[in-house]
């Protein structure tokens, strides 16, 4: 999980609190304060009727994290004696901003490499190739004479496939081996 219930109250509270005043910060953490207690009681009756949430031990841990968030918003104000909440005032907010933008990008690139790879995995053909016998034995003898193995050979041949205008495929003929730059292609 990349964003934990933590993550989302600071990154929420630090959009809803720009511009607010005191009074208005402190509305907040009363509301949180509710809305925990709240949660809670729903967490502990034994019928619940989960109006809440599909999940509500998600939501009451959602909840927890906003009134931790309100609350350091509201000392924030007490501390600096601002009148209003400028979050780019806020080292602690903008701190963790930059953490939490730097867990994206950082998620952003892993998945963006992993689709590439998906990508060139798609791109990749696997194929089973069934041999007569006479042309199966011909094919793992040039394949021992090289010291490969019958996978390796067909992977230099496919290499070396080419199709013409007409849509002919041909190979040039040519001798399977350990050549720098020849294995590379499987």
Request: proline share 4%; glycine share 6%; net charge negative.
């Given at each position: 999980?990349?964003w934990t219930?933590?993550d989302v109250a600071r990154?929420?509270?630090?959009?809803?609190?720009?511009?607010?005043a005191?009074?208005?910060?402190?509305?907040?953490?009363?509301?949180?304060?509710?809305r925990?207690?709240?949660t809670?009681?729903?967490?502990?009756?034994?019928?619940?009727?989960?109006?809440?949430?599909?999940?509500?031990?998600?939501?009451?841990?959602?909840?927890a994290a906003?009134?931790?968030?309100?609350?350091?918003?509201?000392?924030h104000?007490?501390?600096?004696?601002?009148?209003?909440?400028?979050?780019?005032?806020?080292?602690?907010?903008?701190?963790?901003?930059?953490?939490?933008?730097?867990?994206?990008?950082t998620?952003?690139?892993?998945?963006?490499?992993?689709?590439?790879?998906?990508r060139?995995?798609q791109?990749?053909?696997?194929?089973?190739?069934?041999?007569?016998?006479?042309?199966?034995?011909?094919?793992?003898?040039a394949?021992?004479?090289?010291?490969?193995?019958?996978?390796?050979?067909?992977?230099?041949?496919?290499?070396?496939?080419?199709?013409?205008?007409?849509?002919?495929?041909?190979?040039?003929p040519?001798?399977?081996?350990r050549?720098?730059?020849?294995?590379?292609?499987?």
């Amino acid at each position: 999980m990349i964003w934990t219930p933590e993550d989302v109250a600071r990154d929420q509270v630090r959009r809803q609190a720009e511009g607010l005043a005191v009074r208005q910060v402190d509305q907040a953490v009363d509301t949180a304060v509710v809305r925990v207690r709240e949660t809670r009681e729903e967490l502990r009756s034994p019928v619940s009727a989960r109006e809440f949430a599909p999940d509500p031990e998600e939501l009451a841990d959602r909840w927890a994290a906003l009134l931790t968030e309100w609350r350091r918003v509201a000392a924030h104000l007490a501390a600096s004696g601002a009148g209003l909440y400028d979050g780019d005032q806020d080292e602690t907010g903008c701190a963790w901003a930059r953490e939490r933008e730097e867990r994206r990008a950082t998620a952003l690139r892993t998945h963006a490499a992993w689709m590439e790879r998906r990508r060139e995995e798609q791109d990749e053909l696997r194929a089973e190739l069934r041999l007569s016998t006479a042309a199966g034995r011909r094919f793992r003898a040039a394949a021992t004479r090289a010291g490969l193995t019958p996978d390796e050979v067909l992977a230099q041949l496919a290499g070396r496939v080419t199709v013409d205008d007409d849509g002919a495929v041909s190979v040039a003929p040519f001798t399977p081996g350990r050549t720098a730059g020849l294995n590379e292609e499987r």
